[in-house]
C-alpha cells in the first residue's frame, strides 16, 4: 500500500512559479515510477511529468522548459517546481506512483494561475 499526500498549490500570477510536494509513504517505494499529472475543469487528467527511481524523466511538450520534476528516494518525497506558469496551467494537480498493475493517487492540490 501507498499513501501519496500533495502541498503546494495555490494562486500565483501570470510568469509566476509554483514547487508542488508529494510525501510517499509505503514499502518498496524505490521500484515505482512517480509522477505528476493534471486535470482542469471538463478535462481529462493528463500527464505533467513522469521520474522513475533511476532518475529518468519524462514530461509532457507543454511544459518542457517551465517544470521539472525531481524525487528524493531516501525522503520519499516527489517534487515539482513549475515555472513560467500560464493560465492554460490551471488545473488540480495529482501526485501519481505505479509499479506494474498497481497504481496510487494523491488527493490532489489546486493550482490556479490568474491576475
Known amino acids: 500500500q501507498v499513501q501519496l499526500v500533495e502541498s503546494g498549490g495555490g494562486l500565483v500570477q501570470p510568469g509566476g512559479s509554483l514547487r508542488l510536494s508529494c510525501a510517499a509513504s509505503g514499502s518498496m517505494l524505490n521500484f515505482y515510477v512517480t509522477g505528476w499529472y493534471c486535470q482542469a475543469p471538463g478535462k481529462q487528467r493528463e500527464l505533467v511529468a513522469s521520474?522513475?527511481?533511476?532518475?529518468?524523466?519524462n514530461n509532457a511538450d507543454s511544459v518542457k522548459g517551465r517544470f521539472t520534476i525531481s524525487r528524493d528516494n531516501a525522503k520519499k518525497m516527489v517534487y515539482l517546481q513549475m515555472n513560467s506558469l500560464k493560465p492554460e496551467d490551471t488545473a488540480v494537480y495529482y501526485c501519481?506512483?505505479?509499479?506494474?498493475?498497481?497504481?496510487?493517487w494523491g488527493q490532489g492540490t489546486q493550482v490556479t494561475v490568474s491576475s
Open positions: 521520474i522513475t527511481s533511476g532518475g529518468m524523466r
Open positions: 501519481n506512483a505505479h509499479l506494474s498493475s498497481l497504481t496510487y
